[in-house]
């Protein structure tokens, strides 16, 4: 079995006190909080030198959407967060609900993004290019994006081939929903942070 | 044994759905701020205090990092410094960009069109009449 290979996967390390996946996600987090810091920076600087151009009356996007989305990342949080604690009581049933709830809120999440905010500039001609608050939108909310296809990705994996894993090490599979929740509550902050950001200053 | 297993677990759901609640309540309440009749330094005070409350309440109780162990706290902790000193770097290029005024708005560029289909913000229907009909990148 592959888990045998990898050392603590599922009892703590002596030396850091937790499992090694749950160490490698954060530190994976850290450099995460790194890349969307040098983002957050350029922005800054750009709304420097552009006075005007970052202002929302002037950017005019539409605030309700990204309330909305706002709310389903939350919701989507909640459900992850209830994915892993259903495997604490040995619900893998449970478990799953929550997973597939998790999906749905991200699929909706990117549906909504790209259907009405994406689309609706394409068609009305505003771009990157367009200036450079949309150079920062595009960017930002694009790589946000991109990070919710990477967990729907790992989500739909763990709902469906992956979730075998559990008839097998249980506390294995729990500890990689665990990292998964880790990953996804990150997603979660990052757009916590660019939703007033970006659509309210 | 198992017994005591199970109220932990429910006092954790309990737990999840008080910041559930939390996060709702913040996220209305940044928009609901961001009309209040303060200066631009007021609202993005504001609006990134809420966030951080909320950014904070995510990491303390999703993440579980109330009950993690220190040695992660000293791996975010320093990440955290990094993030700042990231966020610090423009104003230290504040004066460079004042005597390097290249990246405007490039020239030709019409203003982008906004969204007008359920909703909008405050006066920015107004801001940007005529924007979007002339668009174009």
Same mark, same amino acid.
């Given at each position: 079995?592959?888990?045998?290979?990898?050392?603590?996967?599922?009892?703590?390390?002596?030396?850091?006190?937790?499992?090694?996946?749950?160490?490698?996600?954060?530190?994976?987090?850290?450099?995460?909080?790194?890349? #969307?810091?040098?983002?957050? =920076?350029?922005?800054?600087?750009?709304?420097?030198?552009?006075?005007?151009?970052? /202002?929302?009356?002037?950017?005019?996007?539409?605030?309700?959407?990204?309330?909305?989305?706002? #709310?389903?990342?939350?919701? =989507? =949080?909640?459900?992850?967060?209830?994915?892993?604690?259903? %495997?604490?009581?040995?619900?893998?049933?449970?478990?799953?609900?929550?997973? !597939?709830?998790?999906?749905?809120?991200?699929?909706?999440?990117?549906?909504?993004? #790209?259907?009405? &905010?994406?689309?609706?500039?394409? /068609?009305?001609?505003?771009?990157?290019?367009?200036?450079?608050?949309?150079?920062?939108?595009?960017?930002?909310?694009?790589?946000?994006?991109?990070?919710?296809?990477?967990?729907?990705?790992?989500?739909?994996?763990?709902?469906?081939?992956?979730?075998?894993?559990?008839?097998?090490?249980?506390?294995?599979?729990?500890?990689?929903?665990?990292?998964?929740?880790?990953?996804?509550?990150?997603? $979660?902050?990052?757009?916590?942070?660019?939703?007033?950001?970006?659509?309210?200053? | 044994?198992?017994?005591?297993?199970?109220? /932990?677990?429910?006092?954790?759901?309990?737990?999840?759905?008080?910041?559930?609640? !939390?996060?709702?309540?913040?996220?209305?309440?940044?928009?609901?701020?961001?009309?209040?009749?303060?200066?631009?330094?007021?609202?993005?005070?504001?609006?990134?205090?809420?966030? %951080?409350?909320?950014?904070?309440?995510?990491?303390?109780?999703?993440?579980?990092?109330?009950? &993690?162990?220190?040695?992660?706290?000293?791996?975010?902790?320093?990440?955290?410094?990094?993030?700042?000193?990231?966020?610090?770097?423009?104003?230290?290029?504040?004066?460079?960009?004042?005597?390097?005024?290249?990246?405007?708005?490039?020239?030709?560029?019409?203003?982008?069109?906004? $969204?007008?289909?359920?909703?909008?913000?405050? =006066?920015?229907?107004?801001?940007? $009449?005529?924007? !979007?009909?002339?668009?174009?990148?």
């Amino acid at each position: 079995m592959s888990h045998e290979l990898l050392p603590y996967t599922v009892k703590a390390h002596p030396v850091t006190g937790m499992y090694s996946g749950k160490l490698g996600t954060w530190l994976f987090l850290a450099s995460e909080v790194m890349l #969307f810091g040098a983002l957050f =920076s350029s922005y800054i600087l750009l709304r420097i030198g552009n006075p005007g151009v970052f /202002d929302h009356h002037v950017t005019g996007l539409n605030v309700w959407i990204g309330l909305i989305n706002t #709310f389903v990342l939350i919701v =989507s =949080s909640v459900c992850m967060v209830l994915a892993w604690a259903r %495997l604490h009581e040995q619900d893998l049933p449970g478990c799953r609900k929550y997973l !597939a709830w998790t999906l749905v809120c991200a699929v909706f999440f990117l549906v909504v993004k #790209f259907i009405f &905010e994406y689309k609706y500039k394409w /068609d009305h001609g505003t771009y990157p290019s367009t200036n450079p608050f949309y150079a920062c939108y595009f960017t930002m909310t694009g790589l946000h994006a991109l990070h919710i296809v990477g967990g729907i990705v790992v989500i739909g994996y763990f709902l469906g081939p992956g979730s075998r894993l559990y008839h097998t090490n249980p506390e294995y599979y729990t500890n990689r929903i665990e990292c998964t929740g880790l990953y996804w509550h990150f997603v $979660d902050i990052v757009w916590i942070f660019l939703f007033p950001v970006l659509y309210l200053l | 044994m198992e017994a005591a297993h199970h109220v /932990d677990v429910k006092a954790h759901v309990r737990k999840y759905m008080i910041v559930f609640a !939390a996060l709702t309540a913040g996220t209305i309440l940044t928009v609901a701020a961001s009309w209040l009749p303060v200066s631009f330094t007021g609202h993005v005070v504001i609006a990134l205090l809420i966030a %951080l409350v909320k950014g904070t309440l995510v990491a303390a109780f999703f993440m579980h990092l109330v009950s &993690e162990r220190k040695a992660l706290y000293s791996i975010l902790i320093l990440t955290v410094g990094f993030f700042f000193v990231l966020l610090a770097l423009p104003s230290f290029m504040h004066g460079e960009m004042a005597s390097h005024p290249q990246i405007h708005v490039a020239p030709g560029v019409a203003p982008p069109a906004h $969204d007008d289909h359920g909703g909008g913000h405050g =006066s920015a229907e107004h801001a940007t $009449d005529g924007a !979007a009909e002339k668009g174009g990148s």
